[in-house]
């Protein structure tokens, strides 16, 4: 449909400490489409890996075995279902990630976590995606807010799992 408005579904709540993240990563790893792609935004130590290991757990993936690829780019872990976990914090712009093959990062037979995932926004184009936004709450170290978007309906389904374990209303 040519000038159509993408509809944006987002959803924000406090994650307490690691119990949260756990119920949060249950949840998605439950809940997310099985080719989901996953953009993980947040400052260093904000919870993105953390978060990803949780995510991981419900795909029969032993969570220690699952760090930020800082230094390798991407990770594969193989459980359930094949994970690509990807980082690209040390890429300093689109150029040097045009030089590595998609499918070196973008995983075709399951879910993709990207952290830092802006400098891969130009090659995302067309692709369904859910930011996962961490951002750290002033006046408590282990809590996190969670700011949850998409604007492709294949996350639907997430988007009510989520509003029903955390009891919030989903925006549109």
Same mark, same amino acid.
């Given at each position: 449909?040519?000038?159509?408005?993408?509809?944006?579904?987002?959803?924000?709540?406090?994650?307490?400490?690691?119990?949260?993240?756990?119920?949060?990563?249950?949840?998605?790893?439950?809940?997310?489409?099985?080719?989901?792609?996953?953009?993980?935004?947040?400052?260093?130590?904000?919870?993105?890996?953390?978060?990803?290991?949780?995510?991981?757990?419900?795909?029969?993936?032993?969570?220690?075995?699952?760090?930020?690829?800082?230094?390798?780019?991407?990770?594969?872990?193989?459980?359930?279902?094949?994970?690509?976990?990807?980082?690209?914090?040390?890429?300093?712009?689109?150029?040097?990630?045009?030089?590595?093959?998609?499918?070196?990062?973008?995983?075709?037979?399951? =879910?993709?976590?990207?952290?830092?995932?802006?400098?891969?926004? =130009?090659?995302?184009?067309?692709?369904?995606?859910?930011?996962?936004?961490?951002? =750290?709450?002033?006046?408590?170290?282990?809590?996190?807010?969670?700011?949850?978007?998409?604007?492709? =309906?294949?996350?639907?389904?997430?988007?009510?799992?989520?509003?029903?374990?955390?009891?919030?209303?989903?925006?549109?």
């Amino acid at each position: 449909m040519t000038g159509a408005i993408a509809q944006v579904m987002w959803i924000k709540f406090r994650l307490d400490g690691l119990q949260d993240t756990d119920r949060l990563g249950r949840v998605l790893g439950r809940n997310l489409p099985l080719h989901a792609v996953c953009l993980c935004r947040g400052d260093l130590a904000a919870g993105k890996t953390t978060l990803i290991k949780r995510i991981c757990a419900e795909f029969g993936i032993d969570p220690k075995i699952v760090i930020s690829p800082t230094y390798t780019i991407a990770n594969w872990y193989q459980g359930t279902v094949s994970v690509c976990h990807v980082d690209f914090y040390r890429l300093e712009d689109a150029d040097q990630l045009q030089e590595i093959d998609q499918d070196d990062w973008l995983n075709p037979d399951g =879910p993709t976590f990207i952290e830092w995932p802006d400098i891969a926004a =130009p090659l995302l184009d067309g692709i369904a995606t859910l930011l996962l936004d961490l951002s =750290p709450v002033d006046d408590d170290e282990n809590a996190r807010y969670v700011r949850i978007s998409s604007e492709d =309906p294949a996350y639907a389904g997430t988007f009510a799992a989520l509003e029903q374990e955390f009891r919030c209303s989903r925006l549109l």
